[in-house]
């Protein structure tokens, strides 16, 4: 039951999310490939191979939702904070694992070549947190 609520989602809303999507994969590619041969010092990592990590591991997390019971279009069951921490989590857990198996790289240089993103992720996360939460009413 709870995959069929992913399929709903890209039946339903398919037409937009998906060239989204691939948008967005391009541009984590554009900024991942330079982190990865950088930071990470990961000397096979090139576009293609930056784009199926993005790719993957999006779509990894994106299938991961459903299945620990958050349903993508009405996530109301859970706090903000708890989703923000949660997609954190699984986000970064999901491109060290990809980037290990795609780069052909060891743990330390996909954590190294992930650590940027994930670290100015978390504080955009923090401060859109912040904002939201400054903005609702106080009960």
Known sequence: MKI???????AEDGALIIPLYLIASVIGALTLRPMARQ???IPTANFRNSFLVVLISGLAVLGTWPVIGIDPKNPADFSLGTLAVEYLVILAATYIVVGKMIWKCTWIQSVKA?????VV???VMSFLMYKV????PVA
């Not at 992930?114 to 994930?118: E, F, P």
């Not at 939460?133 to 609702?136: E, L, P, R, W, Y």
């Open 4 to 10: 069929s609520m992913l399929i709903n989602l890209l």
């Open 39 to 41: 930071i990470g010092n």
């Open 114 to 118: 992930n650590a940027v993103w994930i």
């Open 121 to 123: 992720f978390a504080l």
């Open 133 to 136: 939460q400054s903005m609702m």
